[in-house]
């Protein structure tokens, strides 16, 4: 079975899961409430960045698939987002960890320099989200500001230490050079993360990042790059002898490293980015290694076994791999209904769903298992991002973002291009063979802000109607309002301004546009 794309209206907890994302987004500079996880210092896999770059990718494939003509609802969360992930608190752990140290490249710790700028080499697992994340912004929402000279500029001064500040000035093209050229320099293997060590992991969202360059630009490096990649890594294989992936190759031995045990992680993480481009390849490997640590529950439930940690360097290392997280969505990328709605089945019985302002997360718990030995542990990257991610995306969400380029006609039909703060959008589709905007709003009583929705790119339209509920309630022809029976609408100078403080449940309209 696979899961329906086409729904028309958010769930509840669909519509949660955003506005957590908003929430979390609006927090001060340096406020990660709810988002610290159990690894010190932000070099493990629930650092900041990664939870940054989630939210915002699941923020891209809700508004290209499940609301796409609401970008207001979304614009504004990405753009708060993306001064998150330029704060110095996302980034700092780069001056220690490109000094080396660990098992994987201790022999090249007197060679390695202190590197302040977390872009200029390796360090993909940063570079490639701020990358992808501003081609992404530009693509969704026809907005050019990151290309802008230092717009995307990492700065850091202290008065207490460090002498004169540091700042390091890019834009999304002179970023997207920088991670081209580095991965060419790699001979197409891949950029490192920490030195010597390249996960094909973190490689792929520099992919997603040079697709949308090209989209944008009308260029075709991601295709030069995927087919140099399948090339590089012909010799070493994508997949150990076990059938999962491999986890990572020593940039200097080309040795490479399987996915031992395996860790659940490798493989989902592995296989939900690249099936944006290689989908044949994931789809065909992806029922074998699902099944590897799939746990069956009660009443369809799922869970996930995780492999232990083997100990390095004597020490247990204390990292959240988002085992549960990724598996979810792992499933929603591939489709696969059973599988998604077993491990959210699980989550919602022993996993502490919590709602909070409005939104709805799974909030930290470091305990492995409850008394009756079902899994609990929920790490913030999962809770906070991906269980959301897995909530929102439909089958091939990625491949699709990838491989089916919004057109200029889908750019300039109607849309809802402001949405106040404490306003839910539940449905926001334009049907271009009726000629009907479809949307459904409502208050969000956990919620503060705004309560006004614009509705734009009516200028060229012609005559219109407004219906709600299924009764007419306003007509008009492009920006201009002719009556109306709802004291809520308004014209403004983009088109139509409708105050949402009255839509205590959802008030679902219908924008029909007549031609003469």
């Known amino acids: 079975m696979t899961i329906d794309a086409a729904h028309d209206e958010l769930t509840d907890r669909q519509v949660g899961h955003l506005r957590h994302f908003a929430n979390l987004s609006r927090q001060p500079p340096n406020d990660w409430s709810l988002m610290q996880g159990r690894g010190a210092g932000q070099d493990d896999f629930g650092g900041y960045r990664f939870q940054i770059a989630y939210m915002a990718y699941a923020l891209a494939l809700a508004h290209r698939h499940r609301l796409p003509a609401a970008p207001g609802v979304f614009k504004p969360v990405f753009e708060r987002l993306m001064d998150k992930m330029l704060l110095p608190e996302v980034w700092m752990y780069w001056a220690r960890v490109s000094r080396g140290g660990s098992v994987f490249n201790m022999h090249l710790a007197d060679r390695l320099q202190e590197?302040?700028?977390?872009?200029?080499?390796?360090?993909?697992?940063?570079?490639a989200y701020v990358q992808s994340m501003a081609l992404l912004y530009d693509y969704l929402f026809d907005d050019h500001r990151y290309a802008a000279p230092g717009a995307l500029t990492f700065r850091y001064w202290s008065f207490f230490w460090g002498g004169k500040e540091r700042r390091y000035e890019y834009d999304q093209n002179s970023l997207n050079e920088t991670v081209y050229w580095q991965m060419v320099e790699s001979g197409y293997l891949g950029v490192a993360c920490?030195?010597?060590?390249v996960f094909q992991i973190c490689n792929q969202p520099a992919i997603l990042g040079f697709r949308m360059h090209d989209l944008v630009n009308g260029r075709s490096v991601a295709a030069e790059v995927t087919d140099a990649y399948q090339k590089a890594w012909e010799q070493f294989g994508r997949l150990g002898a076990n059938g999962h992936y491999?986890?990572?190759?020593?940039?200097?031995?080309?040795?490479?490293?399987d996915n031992a045990g395996p860790s659940p992680w490798a493989d989902a993480w592995c296989g939900t980015l690249m099936n944006m481009w290689n989908r044949d390849f994931v789809r065909n490997h992806y029922p074998a290694q699902v099944r590897s640590w799939l746990i069956e529950g009660e009443d369809g439930a799922l869970s996930v076994r995780s492999a232990e940690r083997p100990p390095i360097m004597g020490q247990k290392v204390v990292n959240d791999d988002s085992d549960f997280g990724w598996t979810a969505t792992w499933a929603s990328e591939m489709g696969d209904e059973a599988t998604l709605a077993g491990l959210q089945r699980h989550a919602e019985r022993y996993m502490s769903p919590t709602w909070r302002d409005g939104g709805y997360y799974f909030p930290r718990n470091d305990a492995p298992e409850?008394?009756?030995g079902h899994r609990t542990l929920m790490e913030p990257m999962c809770g906070n991002v991906l269980m959301g991610y897995a909530a929102l995306n439909v089958p091939d969400g990625l491949w699709k973002l990838y491989n089916e380029p919004i057109d200029g006609e889908q750019r300039r039909q109607p849309a809802l291009v402001e949405v106040g703060d404490a306003v839910d959008v539940l449905q926001a589709r334009f049907d271009p063979a009726a000629a009907r905007l479809h949307f459904a709003l409502r208050r969000c009583a956990g919620a503060h802000g705004?309560?006004?929705v614009a509705i734009g790119r009516l200028a060229e339209r012609g005559r219109w109607t407004l219906a709600?509920?299924?009764?007419?309630?306003?007509e008009g022809s492009g920006i201009v309002l002719n009556r109306t029976t709802l004291p809520a609408l308004r014209a403004n100078e983009c088109g139509l301004l409708l105050?949402?403080?009255r839509l205590v449940e959802a008030g679902r309209f219908v924008l029909s546009f007549h031609a003469g």
């Not at 590197?115 to 570079?127: G, K, T």
């Not at 491999?246 to 490293?257: G, T």
């Not at 709600?468 to 306003?474: I, N, Q, S, T």
């Open 450 to 452: 705004d309560l006004e």
């Open 499 to 501: 105050d949402c403080s």
């Open 468 to 474: 709600l509920d299924g009764c007419e309630v306003a």
């Open 115 to 127: 590197e302040w700028d977390p872009v200029a080499r390796d360090n993909i697992m940063y570079s």
């Open 194 to 197: 920490e030195p010597n060590c």
């Open 246 to 257: 491999n986890m990572m190759i020593m940039e200097d031995s080309k040795a490479v490293r």
């Open 370 to 372: 409850d008394a009756r």
